[in-house]
T-cell receptor
Framework: KAGVTQTPRYLIKTRGQQVTLSCSPI?????VSWYQQTPGQGLQFLFEYFSETQRNKGNFPGRFSGRQFSNSRSEMNVSTLELGDSALYLCASSSGTSGGRTDTQYFGPGTRLTVL | SQQGEEDPQALSIQEGENATMNCSYK?????LQWYRQNSGRGLVHLIL?????REKHSGRLRVTLDTSKKSSSLLITASRAADTASYFCATYSGGSYIPTFGRGTSLIVHP
């Protein structure tokens, strides 16, 4: 079974631009979660999508948004980029059937975003 | 602030030795999960332990949970160079469906 894939793997943007990251979950998984990882704040939960609906949301500003398509692929968008948005963005997929707390999450390799 | 805090922040051992890392948390939890992350890559799920469990094993991994002390430990026995990675604990507290990760323990196993 193919694992979780994320594209692109590396991205360089400038302040004020917007960016879209993509995540393809494991076949059959209906839940996709997004995380931001930085040296200063560690790993933080952004949001989770299940069956095209945002099911859980972390404490991030509205500049961070996402969506999920009918094939469970998900995209994350960050508008008006700030220097502090430089991070490794990870997505994880799971079956989603237990509501998220006990599902095993399978992580992708991440997208390294650098904002200049 | 982080719900889970790993201790120590860094650990350096020789191959064959055991590695123990700890995770402390603040509020009551539903379950606690341990993950491994190789440098700059995605996380790999290791073990999930529920709040009503005290110990779980998986291969060379042993996880304990002490809810009275709000702490968990991950023991890796007979460590290998390939175990070199960062290890994170993640908790789901109360009725929350949002995981909170600790800062991680960076483990280096010297061959």
């Amino acid at each position: 079974k193919a694992g979780v894939t994320q594209t692109p793997r590396y991205l360089i943007k400038t302040r004020g631009q917007q960016v879209t990251l993509s995540c393809s979950p494991i076949s059959g998984h209906r839940s996709v979660s997004w995380y931001q990882q930085t040296p200063g704040q560690g790993l933080q939960f952004l949001f989770e999508y299940f069956s095209e609906t945002q099911r859980n949301k972390g404490n991030f500003p509205g500049r961070f948004s996402g969506r999920q398509f009918s094939n469970s692929r998900s995209e994350m968008n960050v508008s008006t980029l700030e220097l502090g948005d430089s991070a490794l963005y990870l997505c994880a997929s799971s079956s989603g059937t237990s509501g998220g707390r006990t599902d095993t999450q399978y992580f992708g390799p991440g997208t390294r975003l650098t904002v200049l | 602030s982080q719900q889970g805090e790993e201790d120590p922040q860094a650990l350096s051992i020789q191959e064959g030795e055991n590695a123990t890392m700890n995770c402390s948390y603040k509020t009551s939890i539903n379950n606690l999960q341990w993950y491994r992350q190789n440098s700059g890559r995605g996380l790999v799920h290791l073990i999930l332990i529920r709040s009503n469990e005290r110990e779980k094993h998986s291969g060379r991994l042993r996880v304990t949970l002490d809810t009275s002390k709000k702490s968990s430990s991950l023991l890796i026995t007979a460590s290998r160079a390939a175990d070199t990675a960062s290890y994170f604990c993640a908790t789901y507290s109360g009725g929350s469906y949002i995981p909170t990760f600790g800062r991680g323990t960076s483990l280096i196993v010297h061959p």
